[in-house]
């Protein structure tokens, strides 16, 4: 039986823990954030919703949404309360819900800027989903209006946080094969006529806006540096099928510090999807090397990049809820959204004077 020396000891301890704040844990257990999602949309209805059941650190407790009649069947199936259910008119009110600790932008492209700010003026951190914007201005506009409201904010390049995407970052580092030469890289599905605001350049539709930012971002994660100039051009198989500039498919070409060159090409036409590094010494590749499931890859020396039993999106949420509860750097910052979408303005540039040469 304790004594009472021990027992008030205790006491004494317990009480003084319970004053300590914890505004995201009650005596060493973290509570989960809530996150609301803007845009019930494919990509949310899907992937991040699903994927959200699969989380340790963040769940699913708002939706934001202009489609009224998705409303009834998001409340039954994830069990969302009335007070977590906003429009896109009424949305200012989320500041108000500290239920809510996340906004996650999942609307076309060309509304990333509108919502992603309007969420963190309402005090909320920011996922918002990549492409980050449709220009670099409205890109650094989002990371103004997070940095002003002293909210953290993140781009959901989910292959960032994938364990072999992550040996390849690493191995950009450590150079196990070698100094690195060349990046060859590639992605693309053939979209159809059901495409949507995919097929609408002013909505960000187009390959290099919609699929492009995956072999742009892996050139650049595979090598760890900035390009210096690049050089693109358009081509357009079914004219009829895209408007206001949307393109088919992109070429386009870098040149990184070292003389380090990159060969990429992104399509609407045709299902591309590999990413090659050559070494002095020997490559490596992943492909997949952006599929949902099933990434994996392997090295000239015979080693295998396994594929994981995972789900991407609920480890990069997961990755990012704990950036904020624990007050650390995003693993995908803005600033990284923000440098490929620089990189696609120049590449516009390029295409339309002829494939010249941009420096960056």
């Given at each position: 039986?304790?004594?009472?020396?021990?027992?008030?000891?205790?006491?004494?301890?317990?009480?003084?823990?319970?004053?300590?704040?914890?505004?995201?844990?009650?005596?060493?257990?973290?509570?989960?954030?809530?996150?609301?999602?803007?845009?019930?949309?494919?990509?949310?209805?899907?992937?991040?919703?699903?994927?959200?059941?699969?989380?340790?650190?963040?769940?699913?407790?708002?939706?934001?949404?202009?489609?009224?009649?998705?409303?009834?069947?998001?409340?039954?199936?994830?069990?969302?309360?009335?007070?977590?259910?906003?429009?896109?008119e009424n949305m200012a009110d989320i500041a108000n819900n500290d239920a809510i600790d996340v906004v996650y932008?999942?609307?076309?492209?060309?509304?990333?800027?509108?919502?992603?700010?309007?969420?963190?003026?309402?005090?909320?951190?920011?996922?918002?989903?990549?492409?980050?914007?449709?220009?670099?201005?409205?890109?650094?506009e989002i990371i103004d209006a997070c940095k002003q409201n002293k909210v953290k904010l993140a781009i959901g390049?989910?292959?960032?946080?994938?364990?072999?995407?992550?040996?390849?970052?690493?191995?950009?580092k450590t150079k196990p094969y070698g100094a690195l030469q060349s990046v060859s890289t590639a992605a693309g599905?053939?979209?159809?006529?059901?495409?949507?605001?995919?097929?609408?350049?002013?909505?960000?539709?187009?390959?290099?806006?919609?699929?492009?930012?995956?072999?742009?971002?892996?050139?650049?994660?595979?090598?760890?540096?900035?390009?210096?100039?690049?050089?693109?051009?358009?081509?357009?198989?079914?004219?009829?099928?895209?408007?206001?500039?949307?393109?088919?498919?992109?070429?386009?070409?870098?040149?990184?510090?070292?003389?380090?060159?990159?060969?990429?090409?992104?399509?609407?036409?045709?299902?591309?999807?590999?990413?090659?590094?050559?070494?002095?010494?020997?490559?490596?590749?992943?492909?997949?090397?952006?599929?949902?499931?099933?990434?994996?890859?392997?090295?000239?020396?015979?080693?295998?990049?396994?594929?994981?039993?995972?789900?991407?999106?609920?480890?990069?949420?997961?990755?990012?809820?704990?950036?904020?509860?624990?007050?650390?750097?995003?693993?995908?910052?803005?600033?990284?959204?923000?440098?490929?979408?620089?990189?696609?303005?120049?590449?516009?540039?390029?295409?339309?004077?002829?494939?010249?040469?941009?420096?960056?």
């Amino acid at each position: 039986m304790e004594n009472r020396r021990s027992f008030i000891k205790k006491s004494g301890l317990f009480l003084a823990a319970s004053t300590l704040p914890f505004p995201h844990s009650i005596f060493g257990q973290q509570r989960k954030l809530g996150v609301a999602l803007l845009g019930l949309g494919n990509y949310a209805t899907t992937q991040l919703a699903p994927a959200l059941q699969h989380t340790n650190h963040i769940e699913l407790r708002g939706i934001i949404t202009g489609s009224p009649d998705k409303i009834p069947q998001w409340k039954k199936k994830y069990n969302i309360k009335d007070a977590n259910v906003y429009n896109y008119e009424n949305m200012a009110d989320i500041a108000n819900n500290d239920a809510i600790d996340v906004v996650y932008i999942v609307t076309p492209t060309f509304l990333h800027a509108k919502y992603a700010v309007a969420a963190a003026n309402a005090g909320k951190h920011v996922f918002c989903e990549k492409p980050m914007a449709i220009t670099a201005m409205e890109c650094q506009e989002i990371i103004d209006a997070c940095k002003q409201n002293k909210v953290k904010l993140a781009i959901g390049y989910r292959m960032q946080h994938e364990k072999n995407t992550r040996q390849i970052m690493q191995w950009a580092k450590t150079k196990p094969y070698g100094a690195l030469q060349s990046v060859s890289t590639a992605a693309g599905f053939r979209i159809g006529a059901s495409g949507g605001w995919r097929l609408d350049g002013a909505k960000g539709g187009g390959a290099i806006y919609d699929m492009g930012v995956y072999p742009l971002n892996a050139t650049r994660y595979s090598t760890g540096l900035e390009p210096l100039w690049v050089t693109a051009r358009h081509e357009t198989t079914r004219s009829d099928l895209f408007i206001n500039g949307a393109n088919e498919i992109t070429y386009f070409n870098m040149e990184f510090p070292d003389g380090i060159k990159a060969d990429c090409k992104v399509s609407y036409a045709d299902g591309y999807n590999n990413l090659d590094i050559q070494c002095a010494d020997g490559t490596y590749e992943l492909s997949p090397f952006q599929s949902y499931t099933g990434v994996e890859g392997s090295t000239s020396d015979g080693k295998k990049l396994l594929p994981c039993d995972c789900v991407q999106q609920a480890i990069q949420m997961d990755d990012d809820a704990l950036s904020i509860m624990n007050n650390k750097p995003m693993m995908v910052s803005g600033q990284e959204g923000l440098h490929d979408i620089r990189i696609v303005e120049a590449i516009f540039e390029s295409a339309k004077n002829g494939s010249e040469k941009i420096v960056l």
